[in-house]
T-cell receptor, first 111, second 116 residues
Framework: GNSVTQMEGPVTLSEEAFLTINCTYT??????LFWYVQYPGEGLQLLLK?????DKGSNKGFEATYRKETTSFHLEKGSVQVSDSAVYFC??????????FGSGTRLSIRP | EAGVTQFPSHSVIEKGQTVTLRCDPI?????LYWYRRVMGKEIKFLLH????????ESGMPNNRFLAERTGGTYSTLKVQPAELEDSGVYFCASSQDKARGAEKLFFGSGTQLSVL
């Protein structure tokens, strides 16, 4: 069956550090790939997405590239801020009822 | 415009009791979804309403879970009787996207359910 595996947390970094959160997927066909973020006390929000191989999704300084050859969609940011502290979920799928989420990675940024 | 709201934000109950979670979607959104994250693991789909009709309930774990959306507005998810393994965060999401794409979802902040 389809699955999404992402880096286990928690991840703690200092402000302005480089961030990578790894995500790999197994799926039949070519699903759309997503990163969702949940800030404290809020619901999940779509952070970025990519719908086909080699697409790069980007938002708020975050980027992720759809790598078909490695079935990966790693999340990166060049310089994190305290306000980026949140739980990040990688997900694969197209329809809202078939989407598969990873287990989430908690990110904490120290000032 | 109000977002997706869920009540309560936290619920602590004993095994065997009944709990009802509520979700108010964004006004005008026909699609309403329930998901849950158990034991800090992955978020899993439970079911999907289109207006008041259940479109897909393939993710419902067992018959202790009952979801309703009378009148096609808010939805409730009842767990009766609750078991320890039901503990987790229950998310609701809504969308008005006819294609029902995942990228068009608006999520609530979830209900943290603890069954003791």
């Amino acid at each position: 069956g389809n699955s999404v595996t992402q880096m286990e947390g928690p991840v703690t970094l200092s402000e302005e550090a480089f961030l990578t959160i790894n995500c790999t997927y197994t799926a039949t066909g070519y699903p759309s790939l997503f990163w969702y973020v949940q800030y404290p006390g809020e619901g999940l929000q779509l952070l970025l997405k990519a719908t086909k191989a080699d697409d790069k999704g980007s938002n708020k300084g975050f980027e992720a590239t759809y790598r078909k050859e490695t079935t990966s969609f790693h999340l990166e940011k060049g310089s994190v801020q305290v306000s980026d502290s949140a739980v990040y979920f990688c997900a694969a799928g197209s329809s809202a009822s078939k989407i598969i989420f990873g287990s989430g990675t908690r990110l904490s940024i120290r000032p | 415009e109000a977002g997706v709201t869920q009540f309560p934000s936290h619920s602590v109950i004993e095994k065997g009791q009944t709990v009802t979670l509520r979700c108010d979607p964004i006004s005008g959104h026909d699609n309403l979804y329930w998901y849950r994250r158990v034991m800090g693991k992955e978020i899993k789909f439970l079911l999907h309403f289109v207006k008041e009709s259940k479109q897909d309930e393939s993710g419902m774990p067992n018959n202790r879970f009952l979801a309703e959306r009378t009148g096609g507005t808010y939805s409730t998810l009842k767990v009766q009787p609750a078991e320890l393994e039901d503990s987790g965060v229950y998310f609701c999401a809504s969308s008005q996207d006819k294609a029902r794409g995942a990228e068009k979802l608006f999520f609530g902040s979830g209900t943290q359910l603890s069954v003791l």
